[in-house]
């Protein structure tokens, strides 16, 4: 069975760091590219941040970048999201998801996690 | 930044269809997703590429797409369908999610 779990979240003061991690299993991890993807109490869906399968590419939402870090371990078949500076805005559901298709990006998630819950709070 | 606009929220009597619109610019030249997510879960692939459905989705979910707008039909829409709905696209290395439309069925 294809599976994604997150783990890692918590509660956090701002300015405070967190690294959330997403353990796959059931597919050639290292063929695929991975998200971030988060749902804030209230909102919609945003994606927060990609890296592809093998090239190392890597890119962010202009509300996350420069504070948190995406990478992956294909020998741990884990994906990492380093999370430094946060703020009361960036609490909500964290999910990590698969792209649909073998070596490519930009099409759709077909795999997701449950979840792992950021809270920022003083 | 790439925008994609949905209607905040859709009525549907059971058994009727339910149509979602999503609209941004240049959307033909674009490929949108559809997902579902229900409270407490995460968001699940209905559509894909436009029109394809994943395995498992059934087939009264179906994608269709004209000029710069996609829209997702719920035909014989059931009580288990009540959800928020999300479209998606890729713009400019950015996945791109909708505003978000809440379907209830009455």
């Known amino acids: 069975e294809v599976q994604l779990v997150e783990s890692g979240g918590g509660l956090v003061q701002p300015g405070g760091s967190l690294r959330l991690s997403c353990a796959a299993s059931g597919f050639t991890f290292s063929s695929y590219a991975l998200s971030w993807v988060r749902r804030a109490p209230g909102k919609g869906l945003e994606w927060v941040s990609l890296?592809?399968?093998?090239?190392?590419?890597?890119y962010y939402a202009d509300s996350v970048r420069g504070r948190f870090t995406i990478s992956r371990d294909n020998s741990k078949n884990t994906l990492y999201l380093q999370m430094n500076r946060l703020r009361a805005e960036d609490t909500a559901q964290y999910y990590c998801?698969?792209?649909?298709?073998?070596?490519?990006?930009?099409?759709?998630?077909?795999?997701w996690g449950p979840g792992t819950t950021v809270t920022v709070s003083s | 930044s790439y925008d994609l606009t949905q209607p905040p929220s859709v009525s549907v009597s059971p058994g009727q269809t339910a149509t979602i619109t999503c609209s941004g610019e240049?959307?033909?030249?674009?490929?949108i997703s559809w997902y579902q997510q229900k409270p407490g879960q995460s968001p699940v692939l209905v559509i894909y590429?436009?029109?394809k459905r994943p395995s498992g989705i059934p087939e009264r979910f179906s994608g269709s797409k004209s000029g710069n707008a996609a829209a997702l039909t719920i035909s014989g829409t059931q009580a288990m369908d009540e959800a928020d709905y999300y479209c998606?696209?890729?713009?400019?290395?950015?996945?791109?999610f909708g505003t978000g439309t809440k379907v209830t069925v009455l």
């Open positions: 998801a698969k792209e649909i298709h073998y070596d490519s990006i930009g099409h759709a998630f077909n795999v």
């Open positions: 890296i592809s399968s093998r090239d190392g590419m890597i």
């Open positions: 590429q436009d029109i």
């Open positions: 998606q696209a890729w713009d400019s290395n950015t996945h791109v």
């Open positions: 240049k959307l033909g030249d674009k490929y």
